[in-house]
């Protein structure tokens, strides 16, 4: 018989209730967060992971996907409720409730840190990609934590400082993703960001936790703070924090870490070992244990107060079936009232798992140029150059590391696909930072069973490769060697990459090392130079006009050589679109002073506004290097016919567009609709997307696709009326970028 979470609160001592509202050490050693239940009441744990790329339950292994930059460069909402739900079935599988993501922050500062782990600068396209992702991980019964609520745009001092935003741009940019995840998808959990917004750190925030959050848009689920995240204990609470994570003190937090070894994966990180300029946790206490015991007895906090923290977690569990459990005998003092009746079904490195992760690198792979150079023909000598290409590039550093059971590198993954493949490195390896553990020990890399019983593939065999060491020279890497190579072969692909980890943020958007000085000498060299760039986002390009191709793959996860593989010899389309704006250098975007990025005496000042990403490009008239939603095809769409008209509900617009396949080979086609504002009586932007559509037409094909926009597609967001529509001429823009408009279309909003 199953537990009904709302009749337990009266049973709960104060103690008790104290017990679920902060954290404590996992006895298991697995999960990233641990609430401990309750035996005496039948109250079981709660367990949470970190998971925006993958699962990364301690010294286990999962599937590691693609960034979510990857994911978002799709533009398929469909793919990304696919990729949450496989998400989910990982999180079950390893027997955890939460897991912890997705991210929905906007890049604003194109140096960020974990800009890999984000969507875009568009707070539309991270809206349904998002949505789409929690909906998938809460569809298998696990619970989806959206973060970091809100204005988290920077690791540099980001416990500290305090993004100085207006009430606009927090509406219109770094809210709508937030607030779709909530109204739309129904998440189960918001997680608040460590920095401060207009000087109030945001475990503190009641305007923005209570007011916004809770009362305005009806949220009814789990606040939790980032772990070591909370600044208080009054205020925290008063404001709507419900949850304190870790809850415990580090040394706590890492049991036995003073004497733990890199061959321990339960207890895989030596405090002493730890740099503080890495991984930088404020020194605080549990605030929402013995401090907020005090704050109820003084009357400083309502006990209501705390049964409404209970209540909410209590809610999770109930959400996600932990209550639907068959009685046992052997209940244990943890909360383990037998076995979980309506369990999720969990699945681990399944096939389908597998030929996702491929599938997301494949279409969020972007093709920035391409003078005829691809695809490949199969028999093309390649030489394959880069410091880091024979190793599949998995991710950022910090709390999204995924350890695979397989992964498969650019030259593994073109050796595989052609016949004659050389390899160089070039130049010295980058150094990519990694905070956790790289490889669990005592884990199958055949077959893993997880508590619901479900199997990994055993048919797989492990691909993974180690980086090794040039064998054709014996001073190690050099551009001659790889000078060499390219002049010898029929084409050159070079592998390049940046280094991006959570704690810091890029000094600059320069490829790292040698590399740009190695893609210019292979260039002169070679007969025809294709560029692969894994990067967190947007990097300078200053041999582009010298090669032939340009495709960037961001952070591809473990398929990442099959899936290059598959789009360099056109086995598959490059079907990505650009999630961000490509400048020239850091001077393009707005976030160039330092009062905006990192910021100076402890505030980033956002002076732009609502003019971030190609809004602030648009409107200062700089011309990208690459604009947002551009990606190129290996067929070519011409847009035939555009026409407006009033919806069948007369509450919006139909936008219709027949979009013909011109080129020789089936491609995919991403229909960008944008608004402009001009009726508005403030600044707008030149253009916002409202909508998209993709298609997938085969040469010579047609479709007629219709995008509807809703009348709130208008508005703009006033500070003294809040959001109103720009009634009057506005204008519909329809193109394949921000830039590439292939029709407009003035409507009067009445």
Known sequence: MGL??????DDLTLTEKLRLVHGATDPD???????????????????????????????????????????????????????GTA???????????????????????????????????????SARIGVETIEGIQSTGVAATVKHYVANNQETNRYEVSADVSERALREIYLPAFRAAVEEADVDAVMTAYNRVNGVH???????????????????GLVVSDWWGTRSTIDAARAGL??????????????????????DRNQDLDLDDIDDTLMPVPDVPAYFGEPLRDAIESGAVDEETLDEKVSRVLSVL???????????DDASEHGGTGTNADAPDGELDTPAHRRLARDIAIEGTVLLTNDDALPLADTDAVAVIGPNADTAKLGGGGSSEVSPFTETGPRSGIESRAADVTFERGVDPIAESSFFADSPDGVQTDAVSDTNGATANDSYTDTATATDTDTDNDTGPNIDAAVEAAADADCAVVVAQDDATEFTDRESIALPGRQNELIAAVAEAADQTIVVLRTSGPVELPWLDAVDAVLETWYPGQADGEALAAVLFGDAEPGGRLPVTFGRSVADYPTAEGSAFPGTDGVARYDEDVFVGYRYFDEHEIEPLFPFGHGLSYTEFEYEDVTVSEAEDEDGIDVTIDVRN?????????????????????????????????VELDAGESETVTVSLARDDFAYYDADDGWTVATGPNTIFVGSSSRDIRATADVTIQ
């Open 4 to 9: 009904d979470a709302t009749t337990l609160l």
């Open 87 to 125: 998400l989910g079935r990982e999180t079950a599988a390893h027997d955890q409730d939460v897991l912890l993501g997705p991210g929905v922050n906007i890049i604003r500062a194109p140096q960020g840190g974990r800009n890999f782990e984000y969507y875009s600068e568009d707070p539309h396209l």
């Open 29 to 83: 050693g697995r999960a990233t967060g641990y609430v401990p239940g309750n035996g005496r009441v039948g109250i079981p744990p709660l367990k949470l992971v970190d998971g925006p790329l993958g699962v990364r339950a301690m010294g286990e292994r999962a599937t590691a996907f693609p960034a979510s930059i990857t994911l978002a460069a799709a533009w398929n909402p469909d793919l990304a409720r696919e990729f």
């Open 318 to 328: 109930e959400s996600t079936g932990q209550f639907n459990t068959l009685e046992t």
């Open 242 to 263: 419900d949850l304190e994570m870790p809850g415990v003190e580090l040394s706590e937090y890492l049991p036995g870490a003073d004497t733990a070894s890199s061959d």
């Open 662 to 694: 011109v080129g020789g080979r089936t491609g995919k086609e991403v229909i960008q609709v944008y608004v402009g504002k001009p009726a508005a009586p403030v600044p707008t932007p030149e253009r916002e997307l409202a909508d998209f559509a993709a």
């Open 202 to 220: 945001m475990s503190d925030h009641e305007r923005l936790l209570a007011d916004v959050l809770k009362d305005e848009w009806g949220f009814d």
